[in-house]
């Protein structure tokens, strides 16, 4: 009987496990140095998890990848968002489309997504080890030996599922794996600029923005003021397809950021236009533009904009500094905060030393590697947890056949 040994009890291993039924084959050993297993599947999606996303075309599903776009697509059409649906359904598990696509259990709660893949693996047979933390691994002729504080476990078969473990990155940095430096993905950025000040939630659905010094890269989308700067999806894809670059910048950087997702000359003729039709309305109750009432009084506060003028009063050097604070404002990033929906880890084994038809190490047979530790990552909106779907199945098809 080949001894299979999971090294992590996460969404990857535990996919694995899940699909492995109960064979005279082989045994199935998870060791998990936590107390208990899948706590990020547990937290994730703010406690709901989002456990896909509904698109269901490879070529366009890798388009949401910073890195891995190309090893995916082989991946996706092997096992993609659709396969996802219909294995928790199968499994007992009723996922429903949210309205920006994301996919959560019905239930709205991670714990359904938890127990079922650990009912499952335990019907499998899965023998689940936690506490059992891995320091090293070693390479005994065709086995691998990994080792504990006080105990060691051999195996024929590795699948490491460690997600972002600098100890395991090191343990296979040893066996001959190239690392690529990890650093944070899916950040928010901090600016402390009195224009953002106190408007905690004040949301924009449109808005553009760029990173001043990196040319003709522009995100547009919803934008959201938090308490320590700016987030929502834009500033998160930003971050996650600018990784490398922010973290060499040590997160200090300028942007610019247009509230309105309209150019300056359109937002300005508007304004000419609505400030021409209620010249005898007051400035402070009648916006031009779809924003919330406290970031419009914010905007003519900043400029000493008498708010109780009428918009004939208004001056076009007042018009022009409006429409230049709702179209190109420049702000200072300092740093970057934790979102808490959802953040991981850019970078990894380098996707070259992987076989991407089976997910065995190209350095190693009978190793073979799934979801964070692989420098592979997604943007926010389920496609993390989905690549870790994908590989996983890849392996336990993989498996079965031995
Ligand atoms: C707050 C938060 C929310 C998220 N929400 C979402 C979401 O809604 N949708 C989405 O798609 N993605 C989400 N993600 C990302 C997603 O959780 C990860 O991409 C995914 O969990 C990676 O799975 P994995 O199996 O590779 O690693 P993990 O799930 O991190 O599992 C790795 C396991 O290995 C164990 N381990 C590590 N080192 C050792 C060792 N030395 N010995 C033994 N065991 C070890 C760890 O304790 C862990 O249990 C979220 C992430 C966070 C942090």
Redesign the pocket.
Known sequence: MKKIVI???????FFIASNLEKSKKYSVTI????KS?????R????G?????HACYEPAQLVKFYPRGERELQSVFHRFNPKDTIQWFEKNNVPLKIESDNRIFPKSNSSSSIVECLYDKSIQNGTLIKTE????SIEKKENQFIVH?KNESLSADILLV?????P??WDCLQELGHTIINPVPSLFSFNIQDKLLHDLLGTSFQNAEISIIGMKKYKEKGDLLITHWGLSGPTILRISAWKARELAELDYNFEIKVNFLGISYEQALQEFIEFKNNNGNKKIEKNKPFSITNRFWNRILDNHNINSSKNYAELTKKELTAIVNTLTQSVFNVEGKSIN?????TCGGVKLSEVNFKTMESKKHKNLYF????LNI??I?????????WSESYIISEELKSI
Do not use: H, W, Y
Request: aromatic fraction near 8%; charge should be neutral; hydrophobic fraction near 35%.
């Open positions: 090294l992590g009890g996460g969404a990857s291993g060791v998990e140095k936590s297993v899948m706590q990020k599947v937290i994730s999606g703010g709901r998890c989002n456990v896909t059992f933390p891995i320091n504990s599922c460690s997600g972002s473990a100890k395991i808490k929906e959802e953040f991981v799934a979801g964070e530790v990552d997604g926010t909106g389920g496609f993390n947890f989905q690549a870790c």
